[in-house]
């Protein structure tokens, strides 16, 4: 998906130069047809008489080949749309090596009943229908959006928070914000088995604590009980998730020019007119771009989840990933599993909708008119 | 995950009998001379190559990769081992036989050779050579290994789950044995939780573990998945019994153990959070091995499964089969590397490398030192005979390893222990799947 929103931004940025070619196209086409003009205008003061004497004259030492015509070729030659094209080419080749390729043959298999290690037949829809009116299928989608939404809420919230925060001046402010990127740096199998530990129904720490402290009397069943082991799941992931949006929003921050809140100062603004009017509109593109990329990454989650719970207690918090490579690869179920994965296509797509339209204010945010 | 942990939870338990037993000369000279009498003679020039499952015991692998040795210096038979987490050499088996290339024999679960049994080498003769010089093979290794007639894999053990429990703590719950019966185990749970020393199951996604409580619990109670014509038969009151009895037992169990995989039992066990569960042998020769731990090590035993209304043993064990595939080049020395394998002088050193955590499928085994030396082993002799198949009274093909792989009996208990859904419900969101598995 992160290719395909980058192929999206070079399509943008090649349109963007393609429109710019032609203005200046138009301009030499300008200049040129007004100096054809004026020689002709030249031409008509000239008689038809000296044009004879001057063309015998010169037609022994004009024995040269007639004007080429410019040919198709020729005018590909210097074209930059064609050489644009070569040039655009090896990307193309990789996205649809490694991107359209598995993806179609992904919505391919959900149409068969291929097994592995099986070539499967055609089976239309069946997939999809078995899945349909699959309670299991159902409790995962629902899992995979409460886990998506709340996650990406208080990822955002927090982000937000702690890039505000560290874009004002603190002491040891380099090492602070180096610090912040800890979670996002330990590979994710670390931190969740990390967390598995944490969590565990025995020797949980935070229950051994809470007891000893005694506050509670039992171990607090973190991954045993529905609701808890979604919480804990969800609390892992923005755990591990906050540096990312913290990061990238700061970055966004810091192009904010101080002068605009100097003059929101000099105003007289409060510091919540200037969260409202400045930083937060000129944030707005980074936003979605972050956000995007933040819904994607938890939809798609897979590690986190299989480390802690391989989808348990009682499917509560497996996800459409874990759900697929259950069927398809311990299952064996490829058809099945891979329609799982392409139901995931819809709620991938209006994500990607989501920053394609926070990506058109910047036109806005430039000074164009909002369109 | 579970292999990791497994495996570091036995590593120390080295070098026990393993080393010493191939190296003399004279073990040579009877490897040599088995390799001029046996019937299969190796192809000219003839190289193997096998994909095992990676190992849990490490003294186990060291023997294994001794008799690998052997068997190349005996015959000149260059063999290359692989090994893949248990789980994953199905899928890379599958492809093999697939696409027709890849390694020459495979060593993985249960009904693998079951997937594609036309692209198995027939071993029937190795089968025949081995069970009339062993006092036979078990009735489940004949199941696992048979299919249309003919052998297509040679089930080299069984690897058993059976009951671990404290002795001190079933002596203050007034037992002097372990319960024999599914009534007796109920209330044995209950006192252990009154005691204060609770046990448990893995009712989490736990492939192992998991799987084999919940497929004693549903057969000791009468109830299947499917009958011998792999027909749904799930929707029963005898399942209806066995969900109520599992209820009984979960309530009475530690609290935690639906988030429980296969690592967390032994983890729970070795600490002296939990007084019994089911597992392999690994928790025994963790503790044995770790001096910390001598105290758990000496006061817990090993117990068959309880025997319930079914009136007879209803245990599920993993079977390791071995196959060869037909595009081998070298089918004679598939075979021959098979038979050596399960030699005597090869089989009976392996067998104590891997502390019982294999079991034999050949009775003449029985014998092995290793079930006797130490009483608290000796239940793991047996698992291979009271083992019933994947699939229970069905066929041990695919659909009964999508099934487990799938989680789906075990999802049906858990579904009902933690209170998601009813009986019916439970077992009505199973049978639909069940059917989709074996139409």
């Known amino acids: 998906?992160?290719?395909?929103?980058?192929?999206?931004?070079?399509?943008?940025?090649?349109?963007?130069?393609?429109?710019?070619?032609?203005?200046?196209?138009?301009?030499?086409?300008?200049?040129?047809?007004?100096?054809?003009?004026?020689?002709?205008?030249?031409?008509?003061?000239?008689?038809?008489?000296?044009?004879?004497?001057?063309?015998?004259?010169?037609?022994?030492?004009?024995?040269?080949?007639?004007?080429?015509?410019?040919?198709?070729?020729?005018?590909?030659?210097?074209?930059?749309?064609?050489?644009?094209?070569?040039?655009?080419?090896?990307?193309?080749?990789?996205?649809l090596l490694f991107l359209v390729y598995p993806l179609g043959y992904g919505v391919?298999?959900?149409?068969?009943?291929?097994?592995?290690?099986?070539?499967?037949?055609?089976?239309?829809?069946?997939?999809?229908?078995?899945?349909?009116?699959?309670?299991?299928?159902?409790?995962?989608?629902?899992?995979?959006?409460?886990?998506?939404?709340v996650a990406s809420v208080f990822k955002f919230a927090i982000g937000l928070y702690l890039a505000i925060l560290l874009n004002q001046s603190l002491p040891f402010k380099a090492l602070i914000r180096a610090l912040v990127l800890i979670p996002f740096i330990v590979p994710t199998v670390l931190s969740a088995i990390a967390f598995w530990w944490l969590y565990d129904a025995q020797f949980s720490i935070i229950s051994w604590s809470l007891r000893h402290l005694g506050l509670i009397d039992h171990n607090i069943n973190f991954l045993g009980d529905v609701w808890n082991a979604r919480w804990s799941a969800i609390f892992a992931n923005i755990w591990r998730g906050v540096p990312f949006v913290a990061i990238t929003l700061l970055a966004g921050l810091q192009t904010v020019s101080p002068s605009l809140y100097e003059a929101a100062t000099i105003d007289g603004a409060t510091p919540w007119q200037m969260f409202r009017h400045i930083t937060y509109?000129?944030?707005?593109?980074?936003?979605?771009?972050?956000?995007?990329?933040?819904?994607?990454?938890?939809?798609?989650?897979?590690?986190?989840?299989?480390?802690?719970t391989r989808g348990g207690p009682v499917n509560a918090t497996h996800l459409m990933a874990t759900l697929s490579y259950q069927r398809a690869i311990i299952g064996g179920s490829l058809g099945e599993g891979a329609a799982i994965?392409?139901?995931?296509?819809?709620?991938?797509?209006?994500?990607?909708?989501?920053?394609?339209?926070?990506?058109?204010?910047?036109?806005?945010?430039?000074?164009?008119s909002n369109d | 995950m579970t292999t990791f942990t497994r495996r570091a939870l036995v590593q120390g338990s080295t070098a026990l009998a393993t080393s010493a037993a191939w190296t003399g000369p004279a073990f040579l000279n009877w490897a040599k001379a088995w390799a001029q009498t046996a019937p299969w003679k190796p192809e000219q020039g003839a190289e193997l190559s096998m994909l095992r499952w990676k190992y849990f015991v490490q003294s186990e692998d060291d023997a294994f990769v001794a008799l690998i040795d052997a068997y190349t210096k005996a015959t000149g038979v260059k063999v290359t081992v692989a090994r893949e987490s248990y789980e994953d050499v199905q899928p890379k088996a599958s492809v093999a036989a697939n696409t027709g290339a890849g390694p020459d024999l495979f060593w993985g679960l249960y009904s693998l050779p079951h997937l594609f049994p036309q692209k198995c080498v027939d071993v029937s003769d190795v089968a025949d050579y081995l069970g009339k010089k062993y006092g036979g093979w078990v009735p489940g290794a004949v199941k696992y290994g048979e299919s249309g007639g003919k052998w297509i894999a040679i089930p080299i053990c069984f690897n058993g789950n059976l009951l671990n429990y404290r002795i001190s703590s079933l002596k203050k719950a007034g037992m002097s044995k372990f319960p024999a019966t599914t009534d007796e185990f109920l209330e044995y749970v209950k006192a252990t939780k009154a005691n204060n020393t609770p046990g448990g199951f893995a009712l989490g996604h736990a492939s192992g573990d998991g799987n084999a409580w919940?497929?004693?619990?549903?057969?000791?109670?009468?109830?299947?998945?499917?009958?011998?014509?792999?027909?749904?038969?799930?929707?029963?009151?005898?399942?209806?019994?066995?969900?109520?009895?599992?209820?009984?037992?979960?309530?009475?169990?530690?609290?935690?153990?639906?988030?429980?995989?296969?690592?967390?039992?032994?983890?729970?066990?070795?600490?002296?959070?939990?007084?019994?569960?089911?597992?392999?042998?690994?928790?025994?020769?963790?503790?044995?091995?770790?001096?910390?731990?001598?105290?758990?090590?000496?006061?817990?035993?090993?117990?068959?499964?309880?025997?319930?209304?079914a009136g007879k043993p209803t245990e599920l064990h993993l079977m390791y089969p071995l196959l060869a595939m037909t595009y081998t080049k070298y089918p004679q020395a598939c075979k021959s590397l098979m038979a050596f394998m399960l030699e005597a002088e090869n089989f009976n050193p392996w067998l104590v490398g891997s502390v019982g955590y294999l079991t034999h499928c050949l009775n003449a085994y029985d014998a092995n030192p290793i079930w006797t030396s130490d009483p608290?082993?000796?239940?793991?002799?047996?698992?291979a005979k009271r083992?019933?198949?994947?699939?229970?009274?069905?066929?041990?093909?695919?659909?009964?390893?999508?099934?487990?792989?799938?989680?789906?009996?075990?999802?049906?208990?858990?579904?009902?222990?933690?209170?998601?859904?009813?009986?019916?419900?439970?077992?009505?969101?199973?049978e639909r799947q069940a059917k989709r598995i074996y139409r």
């Open chain 2, 387 to 430: 083992s019933l198949t994947a699939g229970g009274l069905g066929s041990v093909g695919e659909k009964a390893a999508t099934a487990i792989a799938d989680f789906l009996v075990l999802d049906m208990f858990a579904n009902y222990c933690t209170g998601r859904e009813d009986v019916k419900g439970a077992i009505a969101i199973a």
């Open chain 2, 214 to 309: 919940v497929h004693w619990c549903l057969w000791a109670h009468g109830g299947n998945l499917v009958d011998k014509d792999d027909k749904v038969i799930l929707n029963s009151p005898e399942t209806a019994k066995a969900l109520e009895y599992a209820k009984l037992l979960f309530d009475n169990m530690i609290p935690g153990t639906a988030s429980w995989n296969d690592a967390s039992n032994n983890k729970a066990f070795l600490a002296g959070e939990i007084h019994w569960t089911d597992n392999g042998i690994s928790i025994y020769a963790a503790a044995q091995r770790d001096p910390a731990k001598k105290d758990i090590a000496d006061d817990m035993d090993h117990s068959y499964w309880p025997i319930g209304p």
């Open chain 1, 341 to 368: 994965s392409t139901a995931m296509i819809p709620f991938l797509l209006v994500a990607i909708l989501m920053s394609w339209f926070g990506l058109q204010r910047r036109k806005w945010q430039q000074g164009e």
């Open chain 1, 281 to 308: 509109p000129l944030l707005t593109p980074i936003i979605a771009v972050v956000m995007t990329f933040s819904v994607l990454f938890t939809f798609t989650d897979f590690q986190l989840i299989w480390v802690l």
């Open chain 2, 376 to 383: 608290k082993r000796t239940p793991f002799r047996d698992v």
């Open chain 1, 108 to 149: 391919w298999l959900s149409f068969t009943d291929t097994r592995i290690g099986r070539t499967g037949v055609y089976v239309g829809t069946e997939n999809y229908e078995w899945l349909w009116g699959d309670a299991t299928f159902w409790l995962v989608v629902f899992n995979t959006l409460l886990y998506t939404g």
């Open chain 1, 1 to 95: 998906m992160a290719a395909l929103v980058a192929a999206i931004h070079v399509f943008v940025a090649a349109r963007q130069g393609v429109d710019g070619r032609h203005k200046a196209g138009h301009d030499d086409q300008w200049w040129w047809s007004d100096s054809r003009a004026q020689l002709a205008s030249l031409n008509l003061t000239t008689n038809s008489k000296e044009t004879k004497m001057v063309d015998v004259a010169l037609k022994p030492t004009m024995a040269r080949a007639p004007a080429r015509t410019v040919t198709a070729w020729d005018r590909l030659k210097v074209n930059r749309h064609w050489l644009g094209l070569w040039f655009m080419l090896p990307a193309a080749a990789f996205l």
